[in-house]
């Protein structure tokens, strides 16, 4: 360690460096720069650490104390390399020369190493493009776990808020998803939505070849009456999920192209809704469902004009009628 008395402390000087002088007392510093060699440093609990500098009897100072000492307005801590003396004659410079020549061994290893690493990849790269479309994908498999309804306490407690605070945020993202918000889907929200982003919605910047995603949910549901609030739940989970996915699917497919395509087309004529389908509708989502009435008139939105055929669905899929009857 020295006390340099100019700025920019942290360098270390080697004997290769421009601005060094040759050695002199076994010590390498900057030539621009002076120094002094600490020959200890005293560390204090309450105060400011203490330099002893060699060639300065046995007092040691502060940094400010040694400044005012040698007159000069600022000294900073840094370091210089100091030869370590070896009794044998040449064992200091035959060890220098070892160590290098040790150095660019392991130089040119690491150069070896890296070019059969690039090698690799370039291999890799040429399989991947020659095989089929299929060749580096990935099946990702996730256990949800399940919204945990129980009343545990202590670290348990918080495993169980871990866990319903990701499947808020998948249900969040499935709903962004499925466009019953207008949101973009927050994928940063948890671990669980960050690992399942690349499968549910690759983009352009995907670091998969491929870029086709097929996901599949299975909800685990039970018949027995008790569980009927959990079974609905976990049914309703999967209808977004179901939504969400061919909402996804939908992007992937082309757009048509052709006279009469695209933003000119003309649309099909919409009949006016019947009273009472549309009072039907609203009485089934209100009575069957959870959702908000935003969400209700945006599925009425894509269904205008065809009232009758969302009637029919939803008769069977919210009332158990079996072909709408």
């Not at 002893?52 to 900073?76: A, M, R, Y």
């Not at 009927?228 to 992937?252: C, P």
Request: aromatic share 6%; proline share 5%.
């Amino acid at each position: 360690i020295i006390l340099r008395a100019g700025a920019a402390p942290d360098a270390v000087f080697t004997e290769k460096t421009s601005s060094v002088t040759s050695m002199k007392d076994g010590v390498w510093k900057p030539e621009s720069d002076p120094g002094w060699l600490v020959e200890r440093e005293i560390v204090h609990q309450d105060s400011e650490p203490t330099y002893l500098l060699k060639g300065f009897g046995s007092e040691d100072k502060t940094i400010e104390e040694w400044c005012e000492h040698f007159g000069v307005p600022q000294l900073n801590k840094g370091y210089a390399l100091v030869k370590k003396k070896f009794d044998e004659p040449g064992l200091w410079e035959a060890k220098w020369e070892a160590l290098n020549s040790q150095k660019a061994r392991l130089a040119e290893l690491a150069e070896d190493a890296q070019t059969n690493v690039e090698n690799a990849q370039a291999n890799l790269c040429e399989i991947r493009d020659r095989g089929p479309v299929a060749l580096g994908g990935s099946l990702l498999l996730v256990d949800l776990a399940g919204a945990d309804y129980d009343h545990r306490t202590g670290s348990q407690q918080k495993e169980s808020a871990a866990i319903n605070k990701s499947l808020l945020a998948l249900k969040e993202c499935f709903r962004s998803l499925a466009k019953v918000n207008m949101q973009k889907p927050k994928f940063r929200d948890s671990k669980l939505t960050r690992v399942l982003e690349d499968s549910l919605a690759p983009t352009a910047s995907s670091a998969r070849r491929n870029k086709e995603s097929v996901s599949v949910m299975i909800v685990n549901v039970s018949p027995a009456a008790r569980f009927e609030a959990m079974t609905i739940n976990g049914l309703r989970y999967g209808q977004m999920f179901a939504g969400a996915s061919r909402t996804a699917a939908a992007k992937s497919v082309p757009k048509p192209s052709g006279k009469g395509a695209g933003k000119h087309a003309t649309p099909a004529s919409k009949k006016p809704c019947n009273p009472q389908v549309l009072e039907e509708l609203l009485s089934i989502y209100r009575e069957h469902t959870d959702k908000h009435e935003a969400e209700v008139q945006k599925i009425l939105s894509n269904f205008a004009g065809r009232e009758d055929q969302l009637l029919l669905k939803c008769r069977e899929k919210y009332l158990g009628e079996a072909g709408g009857a």
